[in-house]
């Protein structure tokens, strides 16, 4: 019982910040009408030079970061099956279109090559593991799908992560941004990463134990 209070508190926790994170993306919208209200200008500058690919993933990765929580409550997946496919499908259209728009916006990263190797390569695994967790619901193997799905919103969830560590990077001494995105590349995803792949680990060990009983 304890540990589904602990498991339902960090999905609320998970979609409270998500929502919060997607909600704030909506600045991006102002770009379209040329208000640039919050926005590093070293990031200006990226989407002034690649405006198409820049605001694609700004403006759609927020749909996938908002979706995403409420596909792992077991309670609605089982109650609205049909409401939870719609959603998964929105998410991963969401992620690979997104994901599209982030690898060819890396090159111009406002961290420069460092910055934009990371977010890069986040948006090849991104991409990569989304479709993996598509082609494995379409086969029917739901239990690799949802192993799957959980790394994809791993790396989903680096917008969120990431937002949480530039006031730890400000305190740090950093001046903006830009100057903390070389190291942004890397810590707003690889932890997450890690700790799913740590969690799913024990989970399993523990449903073994189970069994064994």
């Excluded at 820049?54 to 409401?83: C, E, K, N, W």
């Excluded at 977010?119 to 991104?126: E, H, S, T």
Aim: glycine share 8%; with cysteine.
């Amino acid at each position: 019982m304890p540990r589904q209070y602990v498991a339902n508190g960090a999905r609320a926790a998970m979609a409270i910040l998500a929502t919060l994170i997607a909600s704030h993306a909506l600045r991006y919208y102002g770009v379209l009408g040329h208000v640039w209200l919050g926005i590093d200008p070293k990031l200006r500058a990226v989407i002034e030079h690649a405006p198409v690919q820049a605001l694609t993933h700004m403006l759609i990765a927020p749909i996938a970061l908002l979706v995403g929580p409420f596909q792992f409550y077991p309670q609605l997946r089982a109650r609205y099956p049909t409401l939870h496919r719609v959603a998964g499908r929105l998410y991963v259209a969401a992620c690979l279109i997104a994901g599209v728009g982030a690898l060819a916006t890396a090159p111009y990263a406002s961290g420069g090559p460092v910055a934009g190797f990371g977010f890069g390569l986040l948006a090849i695994c991104w991409i990569a593991t989304t479709c993996a967790a598509w082609r494995a619901a379409v086969r029917r193997d739901f239990a690799r799908h949802r192993l799957l799905m959980r790394f994809s919103y791993a790396m989903t969830f680096a917008a969120a992560t990431l937002r949480l560590q530039i006031p730890i990077g400000l305190a740090l001494g950093a001046s903006s941004y830009s100057a903390m995105s070389p190291w942004l590349a890397y810590t707003s995803w690889i932890p997450n990463v890690i700790l799913v792949a740590l969690y799913s680990t024990a989970e399993k060990r523990r449903r073994l134990a189970i069994a064994a009983e």
